[in-house]
């Protein structure tokens, strides 16, 4: 079975990429892999992903760089959040 990798997108990063969530198949080895993926199909999405603040969680758990993704992991890219 071919490994896969659930992707999340929140806030004004959806807005950006024009979809929500995509299921990325054969699944990238780790985080970084995964936005160099991404970075080949969207140049405006990747250059959201870099803007300070930006925070990924792996399997709901906040997490950078060379963070391990197993088949099956759901990676969700949020944008800084505001308070009032």
Do not use: C, H, K, N
Not at 15 to 30: K, M
């Amino acid at each position: 079975m071919t490994p896969v990798v659930r992707v999340l997108l929140f806030g004004r990063l959806r807005d950006v990429a024009g979809w929500r969530e995509r299921i990325y198949r054969p699944a990238p080895e780790s985080l970084s892999a995964l936005r160099a993926m991404i970075a080949t199909e969207d140049a405006a999405l990747a250059a959201a992903l870099e803007s300070p603040g930006v925070r990924a969680a792996v399997d709901q758990v906040l997490a950078q760089g060379d963070a391990v993704l197993r088949s099956g992991a759901e990676v969700a890219f949020m944008p800084p959040m505001s308070g009032g």
